[in-house]
């Protein structure tokens, strides 16, 4: 949680506790059913082993020729296009906007879709393109399992059922909207 506030990671990790998660920061060298081997030698038992790594631009991107930033995300103008040709277009997980620090985070992807959608769109009938600008920030909710959630607002975080109910609400709107009933 690099990105987050230090109120909230400190939630999140009495949350974790609370559940019996033990968080190991050290590189594994291999990973069998119930232990996983670190790099530095010791073993580590575990009933289940969750590997969080965080995003990661796709490989093929690499062999493209396109320009990539540091990540290896598609570089892309404002407009999700590639710097390197305009006629392809990226967002989410796989695009890094020139100019502009975008988490790799849902909220962000979600909607640089329909301004993807927009400018494919206008691309093919030659009219000016969209730009996308990314919100500033974002409301940051995690479900901790045991009916409370965490949450992350402008570096003010908060715990509780409320929390946890306001993101179920957020959630099932969201899901509403794609629904084909």
Request: proline share 7%; with cysteine.
């Amino acid at each position: 949680m690099p990105d987050s506030s230090e109120p909230a990671r400190t939630l999140v990790r009495a949350a974790l506790e609370r559940a019996g998660v033990r968080i190991v920061r050290d590189r594994a060298a291999a990973v069998s059913a119930g232990r996983m081997q670190l790099a530095a030698g010791d073993t580590v038992t575990a009933d289940i082993v969750v590997w969080a790594a965080g995003a990661a631009a796709p490989p093929m991107l690499a062999s493209t020729g396109l320009p990539v930033d540091g990540g290896g995300f598609l570089r892309t103008t404002a407009f999700l296009q590639s710097v390197g040709d305009p006629a392809i277009f990226a967002a989410g997980d796989c695009g890094s906007l020139d100019g502009a620090t975008v988490p790799k985070a849902g909220v962000y992807a979600v909607r640089q879709g329909p301004v993807l959608l927009e400018n494919l769109a206008r691309a093919l009938t030659g009219r000016p393109l969209t730009p996308y600008q990314p919100q500033p920030s974002f409301l940051k909710l995690l479900n901790a399992g045991d009916g409370t959630a965490l949450g992350e607002w402008r570096g003010h975080a908060c715990r509780g059922r409320w929390v946890r109910l306001l993101k179920d609400q957020i959630d099932r709107r969201f899901v509403a909207r794609y629904r084909e009933d």
